[in-house]
């Protein structure tokens, strides 16, 4: 079982930064590929960053790139998404997801509890 802890969310007016931690239990942490999720009053929960396993690559929706940094210090079971030049459109509820692969070739995804940005205009 995995166990992730969102922190950092809070209200923040435009073109402010945040930045956004997710703690995460086991000593396997380095082994998970780590995303950040976000989801809006009355929108489905969406995409918004990946990183892989040592955080050599990362992936960003359309939407956030050159705003939004992704990040992870597997040394503190930590990931971490840095929010620059945030927009009212950026509010929502933010979630941190580890995937972790099994034996038999699939994997589970675990999930924080989120936490809440809002921006402002």
């Known amino acids: 079982q995995v166990q992730l802890v969102e922190s950092g969310g809070g209200f923040v007016q435009a073109g402010g930064s945040l930045r956004l931690a997710c703690t995460a239990s086991?000593?396997?942490?380095?082994?998970?590929?780590m995303g950040w999720f976000r989801q809006a009053p009355g929108k489905e929960r969406e995409f918004v960053a990946t990183?892989?396993?040592?955080?050599?690559?990362?992936t960003y929706v359309d939407s956030v790139k050159g705003r939004f940094t992704i990040s992870r210090d597997n040394a503190k079971n930590t990931l971490y998404l840095q929010m620059n030049n945030l927009k009212p459109e950026d509010t929502a509820v933010y979630y941190c997801?580890?995937?972790?692969?099994?034996?038999?070739?699939?994997?589970?995804?675990?999930w924080g509890q989120g936490t809440q940005v809002t921006v402002s205009s």
């Open positions: 997801k580890a995937e972790v692969t099994t034996v038999w070739g699939g994997s589970s995804n675990y």
């Open positions: 086991g000593r396997t942490f380095s082994n998970y590929n």
């Open positions: 990183i892989s396993r040592t955080g050599g690559t990362t």
